[in-house]
Nanobody, 115 residues
Framework: QVQLVESGGGLVQAGGSLRLSCAAS????????MAWYRQAPGNQRELVAL???????NYADSVKGRFTISRDNAKNTVYLQMNSLKHEDTAVYYC?????????WGKGTLVTVSA
């Protein structure tokens, strides 16, 4: 089992920045891939960014150049630095872990970007 706890969400003005954190209950080295997803009201959950155990990253086109995913294996934590936030980035952001063919989810943290 992997437990994930997100933090760092909140209300920010358009153009501002936030950093989300996700703490894992197990060693990050045992997790194949960490990712951030988001779900806006009325929309499906979508992949925002992912980072592999080897450090390879991938981003949704809508956030490229604005968001950065990173991981600190010593702290068992993955981060999502979000800059130049837009109103359309408003959503609940979920941390996700893929380990031994199993997917694990956090409970989510709300990010609200005011126009």
């Amino acid at each position: 089992q992997v437990q994930l706890v997100e933090s760092g969400g909140g209300l920010v003005q358009a153009g501002g920045s936030l950093r989300l954190s996700c703490a894992a209950s197990v060693s990050m080295l045992s997790i194949n891939r960490m990712a951030w997803y988001r779900q806006a009201p009325g929309n499906q959950r979508e992949l925002v960014a992912l980072i592999s155990n080897g450090g390879t990253t991938n981003y949704a086109d809508s956030v490229k150049g604005r968001f950065t995913i990173s991981r600190d294996n010593a702290k068992n934590t993955v981060y999502l630095q979000m800059n130049s936030l837009k109103h359309e980035d408003t959503a609940v952001y979920y941390c996700n872990a893929f380990r031994d063919a199993m997917m694990y989810w956090g409970k989510g943290t709300l990010v609200t970007v005011s126009a």
